[in-house]
């Protein structure tokens, strides 16, 4: 008995040291600096449209990424899965969009892509995910990201799911041709859910079609917002999800984006199979469905980009007393800084961001970035949930996957303004304001 008394005096010790030891000042509790103006290519003259679909399938087995598991390795292919590309191309302007049919897409993955296309001279490049859970992973090289996400790293597979991308982007660029420009927005409110308890679901749909002058469809770019999950935690083969089915959907390249997703899940019409084919039916139903805008040769082409400066990591599920803790363990893991872009598309502004924004922080970001602006998520890094101030203060709704606190999302709106603004060759309406500029926590 005096032994064990010992033995847990002692452990009790260490564990008082190591709260000690890691609660101590190790890093500053501020970030401090205004969203920076990084470049702004605007474009003129008729508008040349480009895509292309490239396979995407690593020699098996490979990771099920998406959740959290015991037994990681894939089991199967349910269907295959791909990368997707668009160039758009005006004189002074050329962007080009990637959908991906993987989980997420870390920062190292963008930039090498980035590097391997650079002689193409794109003014921006876009890398999103289609969020499927179902996705090949094994890509993301990080401690926490192999564990929770996607898998064992294998360089195999990230360099695999590198070379299919640039291969895309190429076979875009040497596909691009003069194209009209048409634009879709509605609502599908029936095909959500907001799964954290907020009232809000986001149904906003938003398509945007890319025609040859000859009238041949070049290709389609759906925005959505529903986390691609309806196979679930049981499925152990690799598949698309429901984004997947609806990418293969038409002949032409079907580009699907998530929206503002990080709150929302997929609702099946009433009666009908929970899978993502009937789902994809559903949601090209109300796609078929939009009124679209007269088709546009010269419709406005511009990209801009801008930086926030992020605030220190405060992982959403740490309690108060850990946070010092858990800021001093996490700061040199999460990102320092976030890159927002603005596509200006006619009358579609794109706002990619690097991460799972909720409902009503895509709301406000909507808002923030003027009319005709969408939020296109999951682009390029991953910085995890984005949720409002006003629920991370009840620590409610996506409160506990978040990783920067409640600072994030006013950080990241101060960039979106900038991009924004900057896309539609305007000043900003207002300065960034002090919550966007300055970490207040301590």
Not at 342 to 359: F, K, N, Q, S
Not at 374 to 384: F, K, Q, S, T
Request: glycine share 10%.
């Amino acid at each position: 008995m005096k032994k064990l008394l010992i033995g847990l005096a002692a452990l009790l010790t260490l564990a008082l040291l190591a709260f000690g030891v890691g609660s101590i000042r190790w890093h500053p509790s501020q970030r401090a600096g205004p969203p920076r103006l990084e470049k702004v290519a605007i474009g003129a003259g008729p508008l040349l449209a480009g895509a292309a679909v490239v396979p995407l399938a690593p020699p098996p087995p490979v990771p099920v990424a998406g959740f959290a598991r015991l037994h990681w390795m894939e089991e199967g292919r349910r269907d295959p899965v791909a990368v997707r590309a668009l160039v758009l191309q005006e004189r002074g302007c050329t962007v080009a969009l990637v959908s991906a049919e993987i989980l997420l897409v870390p920062g190292a993955l963008e930039r090498a892509v980035e590097r391997e296309v650079r002689d193409l001279g794109l003014d921006h490049l876009v890398v999103a995910a289609t969020h499927t859970h179902a996705g090949p992973g094994g890509y993301w090289q990080d401690p926490l990201g192999e564990r929770l996400a996607t898998g064992p790293y294998s360089e195999a597979v990230f360099d695999l799911l590198v070379e299919r991308t640039v291969e895309a982007v190429r076979k875009a660029v040497a596909a691009l041709a003069p194209a009209y420009l048409s634009v879709g927005r509605g609502e599908a409110t029936q095909l959500a859910r907001n799964r954290s308890g907020s009232a809000e679901v986001d149904g906003r749909l938003v398509s945007a079609r890319f025609v040859a002058l000859t009238g041949k469809p070049v290709a389609e770019v759906v925005l959505y917002p529903s986390h691609a999950t309806l196979l679930g935690l049981g499925n152990h083969l690799i598949s698309g999800d429901w984004p997947g089915a609806l990418m293969r959907s038409r002949p032409e390249p079907v580009l699907l984006f998530q929206g503002a997703l990080g709150d929302q899940s997929p609702r099946v019409p009433p009666g009908q199979r929970a899978s993502p084919e009937v789902y994809a039916r559903a949601l090209r139903t109300r796609i078929t469905a939009l009124e679209y805008s007269a088709p546009d040769p010269w419709p406005e082409l511009a990209v801009a980009t801008s930086t926030a400066v992020l605030p220190p990591p405060i992982p959403g599920a740490t309690p108060p007393l850990l946070r010092r803790m858990a800021m001093n363990l996490f700061y040199a893991w999460v990102p320092a800084r976030a890159r927002i872009a603005a596509i200006r598309l006619g009358p579609l502004t794109l706002i990619a961001v690097p991460g799972e924004p909720v409902a009503a922080v895509g709301r406000s970001w909507r808002e923030a970035a003027g009319k005709g602006s969408e939020v296109l998520a999951l682009a390029g890094d991953y910085l995890g949930y984005v949720e409002t101030r006003e629920r991370m203060a009840e620590v409610a709704g996506e409160t506990a996957r978040t990783y920067y606190g409640a600072e994030l999302a006013d950080r990241l709106v101060g960039a979106v303004k900038l991009s924004s603004a900057a896309a539609r060759g305007v000043e900003p309406e207002e300065k960034p304001s002090a919550a966007e500029v300055v970490d207040q926590t301590r």
